[in-house]
């Protein structure tokens, strides 16, 4: 297992778009060439949107971030995200990358 030191969770750069989808097909068990047209027209597509979890600087885990918002008695209005498309490559399951350990 690599140690937390190494790991970091950001946003993607554009450069690592490829390697971001590559990851989420691998991990939700997707044909790239089936998947990419939908994964191109997806409302979130945004690359701020996009977080990685970088273990040993290469993405092992994503997510999409997806910004929304809640009014509130109609005059306050609350800022939200959910996420969606979490998945992690397959061979690095269950080894507990990003854990928060005390």
Sequence with gaps: MTSADQQTVRAIAQLEQDQFFDVLCRA???????AGP?????????????????NGGQIASVLTVI???????SQVQLPLAGIAGVGTLPE??????GALRA
């Design 38 to 54: 939908i994964y191109d027209q997806d409302p979130f597509f945004d690359l701020t949107h996009k977080r990685s979890l970088f």
């Design 67 to 73: 910004p929304s918002s809640l009014r509130l008695h």
């Design 92 to 97: 690095l399951t269950r080894l507990r990358l």
């Design 28 to 34: 939700f068990q997707l044909n790239p060439e089936l």
